[in-house]
């Protein structure tokens, strides 16, 4: 089910502000209770994929007294993204909760 809403859902885990991958991973289990325990090999692609596209962008640092990791944040055009994609979630998934409760017949 997570298919073809992965990239939502990382955009989402950044729009609180920049954070590193494994950060990242955290994010979305303990904001989805768990149910979203994903593995370092699904996000990282991910994380690229949207950098690729512009809706991302990253930089090296290294905290003090930490180790260097690369921070992912938003850009303007990944938080505009983000927005289409609520929108359009919303849609698709309020037209799957009426149709698995009984929804209303195709108007004849």
């Known amino acids: 089910m997570l298919k073809g809403h992965l990239d939502a859902i990382v955009l989402a885990a950044l729009e609180a502000g920049p954070a590193?991958?494994?950060?990242?991973?955290?994010?979305?289990?303990?904001?989805?209770s768990g149910t979203f325990d994903l593995p370092e090999g699904t996000v990282y692609p991910a994380l690229h994929r949207l950098e690729q596209a512009g809706l991302l962008a990253s930089a090296w640092m290294t905290p003090?007294?930490?180790?260097?990791?690369?921070?992912?944040?938003?850009t303007k055009a990944?938080?505009?993204?983000?927005?289409?994609?609520?929108?359009?979630w919303r849609r698709f998934s309020g037209a799957v909760d009426t149709m698995l409760n009984g929804g209303q017949a195709w108007p004849a």
């Open 20 to 32: 590193h991958g494994y950060a990242i991973i955290e994010t979305i289990k303990t904001a989805s």
């Open 64 to 74: 003090p007294g930490g180790r260097k990791r690369r921070v992912y944040s938003l």
């Open 78 to 88: 990944g938080s505009s993204a983000l927005g289409e994609r609520r929108t359009a």
